[in-house]
């Protein structure tokens, strides 16, 4: 051991594998992508027959609305399905990489592992604070001796501006199904299109956390050879 590894303080947190979890995190991160490009498409196929009902090419009798109902619901369904198993799962990635930096230097990052969880659930503070514990758990990973000399790539500032939007974008989609039983078409309308807007930069956000994720899992298991064996 050099002597920066000894003279670091003593630390309450222990190691653990990262592997597997952040090969689940980023799974679950993808999939959920994934799903917000598929109800993107769908939604476009429900806008395009909001217009057809709009413009009385077709009636509500039509087999093409039952459809795009069911299809519409049914990706609702497996979208927040996935988004919960991969933000508890994601969440577990987060402590679980937080402490490992902890366990060697508690001073290679502000923010501890309870709180890097924690600041998710706090308002307010969870529009930049979250964001502030995955940016150390980043640096601390590349650098433990001088984090905050690590940059932080651009991939990050995107992360986070998407995600932001997304926090701010609450369409009704539950009434994009049910005007279609005789509601009024132009809030339908626009509310299929604030969902497409919503989905859309859901998927942006999957992207770049999805690389986040992978290449922390990638710095944590190829650190330098005196710390390296932590994270395995």
Known sequence: MSDYTNSVPTSNYTSGPLDRLGWWASALVALTGAISLIATLALTGQYYVLDLYD????????????????????????????????????????YRASANIHAVDPSAMEITPGWAVGWNFI????LWKPYQAIRQIWQA??????????????????WWTFWIITQFINPSWEDDVSVLDGGEIGEAQSDTIWSIAEFVTVAAACYFLFRIIREI???QKTMASNTASVFE
Not at 123 to 126: D, G, L, Q, R, S
Not at 141 to 158: D, G, I, K, M, T
């Open 55 to 94: 413009r009385r090419e077709i009636e509500l009798s039509d087999p093409a609305i039952s459809s795009i109902e069911i299809t519409v619901a049914s990706l609702f369904v497996g979208f927040g399905l996935f988004f919960l198993a991969g933000g508890i799962v994601f969440l577990f990635w987060v």
């Open 217 to 219: 899992n990638r710095v």
């Open 123 to 126: 308002p307010i503070a969870t």
């Open 141 to 158: 990973s590349h650098n433990l001796q001088a984090p905050e000399s690590v940059p932080v790539p651009n991939l990050f500032v995107w």
